[in-house]
């Protein structure tokens, strides 16, 4: 069985002033991060900007943080992509540096049928039959759910042995866990539905809140997998303002602004998104500092 941990961090891209790939930062960042309750790092998915990254610049950046990660946390590629030949090519090159997983999001913008979907998750499994991939069905992103009957003939593919689950659709993620077998693994998909979804078989989270409170997501996690899920709720209901937070507008523009005012200098996301306003940034230090997450609080 393969283990990813229970806090994967979908984790940021940071820029420079003038736009580029600033991998020095991106360094030190996977390295706090792994120090601080994260088991995975999730790097060039959704929170990543993977959308306006290059793949050289996304080849570059799984080097970088392996190197800063090495023997502390695994690393999964988000290598995903629309057209399946694509996604193929960018698998295969990410699995030559040996990384732990692959992140596959489901093909956005075609809205291929269920059929369409098995197809290119099974020609890509097959291309890299040795690397673990793990399913991203984002359907507010991407324009198309991925069903749980569908997940139930992926789950029977070797190497796909995982799915991040942000449909919202609890119901949804209820028929996987009946349909999987026991060894395919439900990660949580929204960080306010984690403890909801412990509940009905998942294992933990991709998480975008794991950059500031990874630490008190492993212990909520760790909590309920004990029975203490009084101690758990009483956690999740501490973070879920940050939860909220976190997507008052697209995400990552609200975390690289709590970052930001943590001292992170991990700039303002690409084009065509852009940095938040001001009432967001009030929202998220007002919540920052009530959490004590603020550098000065």
Sequence with gaps: MVSFGRVLTAMVTPFTQAGEVNFQVAEKLAAHLAEHGTDTLVVCGTTGESP?????????????????????????AGTGSNSTQEAIEATQKASQLNLDGSLQVVPYYNKPPQEGLYQHFKAVAESVPDLPLMLYNVPG??????????????????????????SGNLDQVGEIRRLTPADFTIYSGDDSLTLPLLSIGA?????????????????????????????????????????????????????????SLQGWQVGIARLPLCPPTVEVTDTLKAVLEDLHLCVDS
């Design 141 to 166: 992103r991407t324009g198309q759910n991925l069903a749980s009957e569908t997940v139930s003939r992926l789950a029977m593919i070797p190497n796909i042995v995982a799915i991040k689950e942000a």
């Design 52 to 76: 306006t990254l290059s793949w050289d610049e996304e080849y570059q950046l799984f080097k970088v943080v392996k190197q800063a990660v090495s023997g502390k946390a695994k690393i999964i």
């Design 203 to 259: 294992a933990g989270v991709v998480s975008v809140a794991s950059h500031l409170v990874g630490d008190e997501l492993n212990q909520m996690i760790q909590s309920f997998e004990v029975g203490d899920v009084r101690s758990a709720a009483k956690m999740h209901l501490r973070l879920l303002p940050l939860f909220k937070a976190l997507f008052l507008t697209a995400n990552p523009i609200p975390l690289k602004a709590a970052l």
